[in-house]
């Protein structure tokens, strides 16, 4: 059964780094392509990126500056970092893995971790 | 960026309606299209991927349709447990965007 666990900090202080782990089981990390994505409290959706395995990762372009994506083969897991944050970065974010035979479509996704940007 | 725009923003219905979201785009896409579903306080959970394929372990009161920019999300029979909300997403061309949810509530 493959699960998505999201892990770090709850809080982070205005223009310092965020930074969070998924930590992937019941499925290789070298399989698939795999997606952060996040929602800030009470409004829609937005792709952040995404990472296959040693592949250059994709960004979204409103991002691109700030965001770094990354792979450990070795733990099985992927990082987001987030930098120069602002109270605009405050949402619940979410690792997600892209399908294959669901192609192009967000089939596991993890819980979700709340990040508030705040002083 | 593409734009998803879905439609209506929100919709009330009764248990056992058939109800149908749309989602326009902004230009003409291929087969990536995606149907989520989310209700208060969890991740999304896909529904239909590629259009018109029922993920597995969705009932099939879900259906998805649509070429072009116009695509559609069906619920045949309305179910208690349906009422969430829910968001269209392309992955015809980066970056990926979701439309801005449909909010299904119960009447």
């Known amino acids: 059964q493959v699960q998505l666990q999201e892990s770090g900090p709850g809080l982070v202080k205005p223009s310092e780094t965020l930074s969070l782990t998924c930590t992937v089981s019941?499925?290789?990390?070298?399989?698939?392509?795999w997606n952060w994505i996040r929602q800030p409290p009470g409004k829609g959706l937005e792709w952040i990126g995404y990472?296959?395995?040693?592949?250059?990762?994709s960004y979204n372009p409103s991002l691109r500056s700030r965001v770094t994506i990354s792979i450990d083969t070795s733990k099985n897991q992927f990082s987001l970092k987030l930098t120069s944050v602002t109270a605009a970065d405050t949402a619940v974010y979410y690792c997600?893995?892209?399908?294959?035979?669901?192609?192009?479509?967000?089939?596991?996704w993890g819980q979700g971790t709340l990040v508030t940007v705040s002083s | 960026d593409i734009q998803m725009t879905q439609s209506p923003s929100s919709v009330s219905a009764s248990v056992g309606d058939r109800v149908t979201i749309t989602c326009r785009a902004s230009?003409?896409?291929?087969?990536?299209v995606a149907w989520y579903q989310q209700k208060p306080g969890e991740a999304p959970k896909l529904l239909i991927y590629?259009?018109?394929n029922l993920q597995s372990g969705v009932p099939s009161r879900f259906s998805g349709s649509g070429s072009g920019t116009d695509f559609t999300l069906t619920i045949s029979s309305l179910q208690p447990e349906d009422f969430a909300i829910y968001y269209c997403?392309?992955?015809?061309?980066?970056?990926?965007?979701f439309g801005q949810g449909t909010k299904l509530e119960i009447k």
């Open positions: 997600a893995r892209e399908g294959i035979v669901a192609a192009a479509s967000l089939d596991y």
């Open positions: 019941g499925d290789s990390i070298k399989s698939h392509y």
């Open positions: 990472m296959f395995d040693s592949r250059s990762p």
């Open positions: 230009q003409g896409l291929g087969s990536w």
């Open positions: 590629a259009v018109s």
């Open positions: 997403q392309q992955a015809n061309g980066f970056p990926y965007t």
